[in-house]
């Protein structure tokens, strides 16, 4: 069975809470169970934090445990060198996804240190960024 692991960054815990119109209305607890029951052929974990080290601690773990990660690294996309850094040092694949389409907004979004390292990036299609990572990821 693949392993494919969902990181999530700062402030996405308040995902289905707040600003609906930006990040849409469903949680992400509920999106994992929809998620769960469209592949039961999938081993899936979830973590989120809005610790910087701790989800560099996780891309480790995962990184040589599993077999491929999702990682949306929320506002740290723009700042985490040491993100960066940890998506390069680990052999499984890492797709970066963001919810929103970070190139319409602010200037500062535009940048990611997370992007270069990664297999690929998906932004801008909501929710649905996540499973087309997972459509990518099982076939890979
Ligand atoms: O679009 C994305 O997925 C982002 O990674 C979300 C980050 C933002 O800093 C990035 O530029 C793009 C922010 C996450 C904040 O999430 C919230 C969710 C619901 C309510 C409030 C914040």
């Known amino acids: 069975m693949k392993r494919i692991a969902i990181i999530n960054g700062p402030n996405l815990n308040l995902l289905g809470k707040r600003e609906p119109e930006v990040y849409g209305s469903v949680g992400f607890d509920a999106f ?15 973590f989120q934090s809005n610790v910087e080290g701790e989800l560099i601690d996780q891309i480790q773990k995962e990184g040589f445990g599993s077999d ?26 890492v797709v970066e996804v963001h919810i929103s389409n970070v190139h319409a907004r602010e200037d500062f979004r535009k940048i990611s240190h997370v992007s270069a390292k990664a297999k690929g990036t998906i932004c801008g299609l909501g929710l649905q960024g996540y499973e087309l990572a997972v459509a990518y990821l099982k076939g890979s």
Request: net charge negative; glycine share 10%; hydrophobic share 40%.
């Open 32 to 46: 994992m169970d929809k998620l769960r029951s469209a592949h039961p052929d999938v081993s899936f974990s979830y």
């Open 68 to 93: 491929g990660i999702i990682l949306n690294p929320g506002g740290y996309t723009h700042t985490s060198v040491a993100i960066g850094d940890a998506i390069a040092a680990v052999p499984a694949p």
